[in-house]
């Protein structure tokens, strides 16, 4: 048999090769781990988790303030996100970071919308690696909450029109929707695809809220350059409207006629029988007064969403910021903050949500701003909603709307103080 010795030889020289720059790695990495910067090693004598949380424990009102939430139900969330933080390996004994202190200090980024090298610095965490931690935390609420904004089916879209009925007094309303843009740094090489008319580059957070002001969808991620229609259209909600594969309930009796269940949306959206929107006036016109009394009645269940938006906002400053990180990681923040909002908003209203926190209606019919409008921070981006669009509308939403304005326009459903609301909202025209 020939044996070819120079190809033995060769194969020999890459293993040496390759076995030498392994060892040259691994020396790096050592020497990388004991060069930790003296700052970072003291993490847990000296960082703002192990210095401080236990003092603001005992502080109800500090803690709150620190964390727009109640330290029980702190306690409460860490128990739901501990199994999804919890390391396969316990690599680092003495030096980890327990979930306890990666939920603390995520939720504090969240809530004071600091940078994140900030946060990093003071609980003395590498910035590097507390980028990785807030992808984690986020990523383990979002599993932990998920419960929180079911899937939408008949029970749920009946439930959500009995309580748009019930608070803001428009009936089949399933849902108020509306599109809000994310401020974010531009990423490397993006060019203007992410940069919206309003001058920034942002992603899109497109909701539904119910009467209540929890997010019953949520669809992050969209382009910021891209067109407001195609932002719609393309999500999952848009498609499904188009193709009527949600499961509404079937068309309910309002006023001698049956009427199909719908969403409510500004002139961002297409007029359709699944999308009810206000009238727009001709120019240099005044619209009638059936549809003015029409689009006061609509507005009151339109500006769920924007409440929504508005409560939480001012909870967790980092989305009426400019997020400094890659897209990605900021579609998780903001996925994050939606459950957390909807969790909050059903477990512990008093604090996270309290009475006149939000919109709410005085004795005499007027709408009430709600105290969030406060809590917004300096230099906020939160008015930037999507840009309206002229959509065809359809027959059947033609029809359906004006169906509607015959109802609220009607003695069996109008309201007491509408017709003097929209008589002095003309006068200040």
């Known amino acids: 048999m020939f044996i070819d010795s120079d190809s033995d030889s060769d194969l020999e020289d890459a293993i040496l090769l390759y076995s030498a720059v392994l060892a040259e790695s ?59 933080l919890k390391p396969k390996k316990m690599t ?31 609980y003395r965490i590498s910035k590097q690696h507390f980028g990785k931690i807030i992808d984690e935390v986020s990523i383990a609420l979002i599993s932990a909450l998920n419960e929180y904004i079911p899937p939408y089916d008949a029970n749920v879209m009946i439930n959500a029109a009995n309580d748009f009925n019930y608070q803001w007094n428009f009936p089949n309303c399933v849902g108020s929707i509306d599109g809000k843009h994310i401020a974010i740094k531009c990423p490397p090489k993006a060019g203007s695809m992410f940069f919206n008319y309003k001058g920034y580059h942002s992603i899109v957070l497109l909701a539904v809220a119910d009467a209540k002001y929890k997010f019953s969808y949520i669809d992050v991620g969209a382009y910021g350059s891209e067109g ?52 727009v006036p001709k120019r240099n016109q ?32 980092c989305l009426a910021r400019t997020m400094f990180c890659s897209p990605d990681r900021a579609q998780k923040i903001v996925a994050a903050c939606c459950y957390l909002h909807n969790f909050l908003t059903s477990l512990n209203p008093r604090v996270y949500c309290p009475t006149r926190y939000a919109n ?15 809590n917004i921070p300096a230099n906020s981006l939160f008015s930037s909603t999507i840009n309206p669009t002229q959509g065809r509308p359809t027959d059947i ?20 103080w509408q017709k003097k609301i929209t008589h002095q909202t003309n006068k200040n025209l």
């Open 26 to 84: 691994i020396k790096k990495q050592k020497k990388k781990r004991q060069n930790k910067s003296i700052y970072l090693k003291k993490r847990q004598k000296s960082g703002r988790f192990a210095r401080d949380f236990q003092d603001l424990i005992k502080d109800p009102i500090r803690f709150c303030e620190n964390f727009h939430m109640d330290v029980k139900t702190f306690q409460r969330i860490l128990s739901m996100v501990t199994p999804y």
């Open 92 to 122: 680092r004994p003495t030096d980890g970071i327990s979930p306890n202190q990666k939920l603390a200090a995520v939720l504090e980024y969240f809530a004071c919308g600091s940078l994140q090298r900030h946060i990093a610095s003071v």
């Open 228 to 279: 407001d229609a195609g932002v719609f259209s393309s999500s999952k909600l848009g498609k499904a409207m188009v193709n009527e594969s949600l499961p509404f309930p079937p068309d309910a009796k309002i006023h001698d006629k049956r009427l199909p269940f719908f969403f409510v949306g500004d002139d961002a959206f297409p007029l359709g029988k699944r999308l009810i929107k206000p009238y």
């Open 286 to 317: 005044m619209l009638e007064a059936d549809k003015t009394i029409f689009n006061y009645r609509v507005s009151r269940a339109r500006r769920c969403v924007e409440n929504a938006f508005g409560i939480l906002c001012s909870r967790w400053y």
């Open 360 to 374: 709410y209606i005085d004795s005499s019919g007027n709408l009430i701003e709600g105290e969030w409008r406060n």
């Open 397 to 416: 939403g033609k029809t359906t709307r004006d169906s509607l304005k015959e109802f609220v326009n009607s003695p069996e459903g109008s309201v007491p």
